[in-house]
């Protein structure tokens, strides 16, 4: 398993891809543990059978270039390696062929439940610092998107940052009173335009400051136009339709990108996303329902006809929006349904396991009695 077509990274260190010196410690212990001298490399991109990493080598000083490879996937050197495969931001230890020894332990980890029936999880990146939701004004903005990936940073253990792009197509009002509503959510709001260079400077100090962001949000939304102004680079993107003002899916596969000291992952699109699996998470997204609810009279109101129902009573009296509290039982009760999907295809699997096991050991078991008889 050897690296091919090793190109340099335009001056980027592995220090501007986000090594310090936990992940430095990280790396002397695998190399304690076999012995080998190991390099560390941060996964930029995944494919099907390879995977693209910058690196260096192992004793390479802090503003040493970077080299960008890419490696075949197989299985790791380090063969019970429970975060196989590697997903964009992860860093790896790589010994001296190029072969991948172990995926460093992950600091954050970022899935996305499927949208489909099978509720698998869609890995989306690892050692993430901030989840950018970037929700554009036009189409009008969706509370509802905005609350589904606040809780999937929240399930995350994520910071959460709400960047409302094509501010220019909106007057000051308008976007003044979508910051306001939705910044509550959210740890950061920043209301910017690619196209008249609104908020984009103050958004581009934030995340020089903010370690590894990876961009969320519907296509179209201007995530790789934003990535491309804030970095420099050329990702390619593409004209919304004039009916709709909805995008295309320019952004086919997830990508890091360095530059102007800012780290960016951007994504592709979002259609359809269903609820985290993690009830926590979606308490602390809806904090204000959740805290009125314990006020209810019965521990399991469902806050439909329950007698003495502190929510329906907030709602009607314009301390809770009833939208809001609609969009917190959807997602709970669509959380509480994937948990229990999940949880049984487990079993499902944990039992195919152990039958395949099961039927290993009888044919083993009769093969050594056959030999002593």
């Known amino acids: 398993m050897t690296p091919s077509d090793a190109t340099g990274r335009g001056g980027l260190t592995l220090a501007d891809y ?15 543990d076999t012995g080998e001298t190991l390099a560390p490399a941060r996964v930029t991109c995944v494919h099907r059978s390879a995977i693209d990493v910058v690196t260096a080598a192992a004793d390479a ?6 080299t960008a490879r890419t490696i075949a996937l197989g299985r790791p050197g380090h063969r019970d390696d429970e975060a196989w495969p590697p997903v964009v931001g992860d860093w790896l230890a790589v010994d001296t062929t190029g072969r991948v020894h172990t995926v460093l332990a992950r600091r954050t980890y970022l899935a996305r439940p499927s949208a489909g029936r099978d509720s698998h999880e869609q890995p989306v990146a690892a050692n993430v610092d901030v989840l950018v939701i970037v929700e554009p004004f036009v189409p009008e903005v969706s509370a509802g998107r905005v609350e589904r990936l606040t809780a999937l940073a929240h399930s995350a253990g994520t910071s959460v940052w709400l960047v409302l792009t094509k501010a220019d197509l909106v007057d000051s009002e308008q976007a003044e009173r979508a910051a306001g509503e939705l ?41 790789s136009t934003l990535t491309n102004t804030l970095l420099g680079t050329d990702l390619a993107t593409g004209p919304v339709r004039q009916g709709d003002a909805k995008g295309r899916h320019t952004t086919t596969s997830r990508g890091l990108v360095a530059g102007r000291g800012c780290l960016v992952i951007d994504t592709p699109g979002v259609r359809a996303l269903a609820s985290t699996t993690d009830a926590d998470a979606v308490d602390e997204t809806f904090a204000d329902v959740v805290s009125v609810a314990a006020r209810c009279r019965f521990t399991d109101c469902r806050h439909q006809d329950e007698p003495g129902c502190a929510v329906r ?22 959380s509480s349904r994937l948990r229990q999907r999940t949880d049984a295809r487990a079993w499902r699997d944990q039992e195919r396991r152990l039958s395949r096991e099961n039927k290993v050991g009888r044919r083993t078991t009769m093969r050594l009695k056959g030999r002593r008889n």
């Open 61 to 66: 000083l802090a503003d040493t270039p970077v």
């Open 183 to 223: 910044g509550a959510l959210v740890d950061a709001v920043h209301v910017v335009s690619s196209h008249s260079h609104q908020g984009l400077a103050g958004l581009a100090d934030a995340l020089a400051e903010a370690g590894t962001a990876v961009l969320l949000g519907r296509s179209g939304a201007g995530k």
């Open 18 to 32: 986000g090594l310090d010196e936990r992940w430095r410690a990280h790396l002397a212990v695998a190399a304690m």
């Open 313 to 334: 009573q907030a709602v009607g009296e314009g301390s809770l929006d009833a939208a809001r509290v609609e969009r917190y039982l959807r997602m709970s009760a669509e």
